[in-house]
């Protein structure tokens, strides 16, 4: 099932940057990843995930550099900063409140009555 596009919205740093934290990347193997570690729930298009690599890079967050891949190519990738990591701790701890607060919402839910 894909997310809520809404729902997604007020992720998508903490995704990017979760992603990075795990080695370097370039633009199209996070949407790659990110869309198969969550069974396609996620899905990022590259006009939404280019502007907030590029939001985090000028933020010092992250920065970029350009290699060679095996095919030739020359290819961006992206490398998680220590103030990038800083940012994923907060950006972490503002999810587990916000989650729990959602979930705490959810939970005392009752079915509607007819």
């Excluded at 740093?13 to 990110?34: H, P, R």
């Excluded at 998680?80 to 587990?96: C, H, P, S, Y």
């Amino acid at each position: 099932m894909k997310a809520d596009k809404n729902l997604l919205s007020g992720s998508t740093t903490l995704l990017v940057l979760s992603l990075l934290a795990a080695g370097d990347k370039y633009g199209y193997e996070m949407i790659a990843e990110l869309e198969a570690k969550s069974d396609d729930t996620f899905t990022l298009k590259e006009g939404t995930l280019y502007p907030i690599l590029h939001g985090l890079e000028n933020d010092g967050a992250v920065n970029s550099y350009e290699k060679e891949a095996p095919s030739g190519r020359t290819r961006k990738y992206y490398h998680i900063t220590k103030k990038g990591f800083r940012l994923l701790d907060d950006k972490k701890a503002e999810w587990k409140v916000f989650s729990e607060k959602v979930n705490a919402i959810v939970a005392g839910a009752s079915p509607a009555t007819a």
